[in-house]
């Protein structure tokens, strides 16, 4: 990347185009468009991404200003509130997500060798769900409750990166364990997820699969205790058990063996009861396994601190969804940059340093080469931190 190049510019040859023009080939986006590609379309919402851009009015008026400089960030047709609306509302939301599902690929090649608080060889997944809330009169197409709108992204985190590797969009009256029957599960693999996720049936396709769960129990789960394990209490493990399901429907939900494990945490003195199909990894492994759950909770904060997807563009369905995997799209892509560069900095920290430079024409590298990252606000305890 030479110097003449704006930082804006500089991020975008980071995506891969001939990927794009695939995606809306796919699904017939440039139909009877002349002048506003959807290529047009994701370098303005990203461009709103990652200036923080407040409504499609402030996108049209800080792009305007820089008329001049548009060509060089790639776009060529004329931005205008008007046309970004209408492109935000008919192009297929299907382009930007089948894109975003490129960049997480690719992304999580380069992240597969990253450590996570466990050392595990399989690949470890983080499942749960994050509601966002709407307003009723606006978007009544989104259903919740009686008097509620939301939508749900229902996410799937690998925990070698934080990087999502499934994400699925729903009206928020969708209910987190439904979410299961949509999923491939990857043989070997340990899925982690909270009781919300508890049906057995569901858990069971799961083992089928060859893959592996780590759950928590309820309270009325019916059980029959067939053997004991040892264990050291000094490490939290209170009780290792093979337990058979003895519910009237949860043993025909479930009828092979399962691994009950009684923890209590050292630090908040609370007993947590794990259920999971692993017979192999020690029980004090399967408590820690849990505990990085929260990852997956961290990344939801985050991308809801930093991230325009609580603040719409558009009022369909189309355009939200649209809205939210570009909004993914550039998560991900600032996350490649970060590892294909080298960078040591926090993601928060160079999103705010590319909120602000987008206009420059100075080299992405040294830009962010030149700066001491340690007293960056980035990194205090109330900012989140996932990279």
């Known amino acids: ?21 695939k995606c809306v080939k796919r699904y017939q986006g440039e139909r009877r468009v002349r002048k506003f590609s959807c290529w047009d379309q994701f370098l303005c919402m990203a461009f709103a991404q990652l200036t923080f851009r407040e409504s499609l009015r402030d996108i049209e008026a800080c792009l305007r200003t820089k008329r001049k400089k548009l060509y060089h960030f790639g776009i060529r047709g004329r931005v205008a509130r008007s046309t970004l609306a209408r492109a935000n509302d008919r192009r297929d939301w ?7 599902l490129v960049l997480i690929r690719e992304a999580r090649t380069l992240y597969s060798q990253d450590p996570f608080s466990v050392t595990l060889e399989n690949a470890t997944y983080a499942l749960d769900s994050t509601t966002i809330d709407l307003c009723l009169a606006v978007f009544p197409w989104a259903t919740f409750r009686a008097t509620k709108v939301a939508v749900k992204l229902h996410t799937v985190l690998d925990l070698r990166g934080n990087i999502p590797s499934v994400i699925v969009i729903s009206c928020g009256n969708l209910h987190d364990v439904n979410i299961l029957d949509q999923l491939h599960f990857e043989a070997g693999a340990i899925y982690i997820m909270d009781r919300g996720y508890l049906d057995f049936a569901r858990l069971y396709r799961i083992t089928k699969s060859s893959a592996f769960f780590v759950t928590r129990s309820k309270s009325n789960t019916q059980f029959r205790r067939l053997r004991s394990h040892k264990t050291d209490r000094s490490t939290g493990v209170i009780a290792d058990q093979a337990v058979r399901l003895s519910g009237v429907t949860t043993q025909d939900d479930y009828p092979d063996n399962i691994r009950r494990i009684v923890y209590r945490d050292l630090t908040t003195d609370k007993r947590l009861v794990f259920l999971t199909n692993n017979f192999l990894l020690s029980a ?46 550039v998560y991900v892509l600032v996350a490649i940059v970060k590892k294909k560069l080298g960078l040591d900095q926090s993601l928060y920290a160079m999103l705010q340093i590319l909120s602000v430079s987008t206009f420059e024409k100075t080299p992405i590298l040294s830009m962010f080469s030149d700066l001491d990252d340690t007293n960056n606000g980035g990194d205090t305890d109330n900012q989140l931190n996932l990279f």
Not at 94 to 100: E, K, L
Request: hydrophobic share 55%.
């Open 1 to 21: 990347m030479h110097i003449g190049k704006m930082v804006f510019a500089q991020l975008i040859e980071f995506v891969p185009v001939r990927e794009f023009r």
């Open 94 to 100: 299907r382009i930007y997500q089948d894109f975003a």
């Open 284 to 329: 004090k492994t399967i408590a820690d396994l849990y505990k990085a759950r929260w990852q997956i909770e961290l990344f939801f904060k985050w991308i809801k601190q930093h991230l325009r997807i609580k603040a719409f563009f558009g009022t369909s369905e189309n355009a939200v969804r649209a809205q939210i995997w570009i909004a993914v799209s």
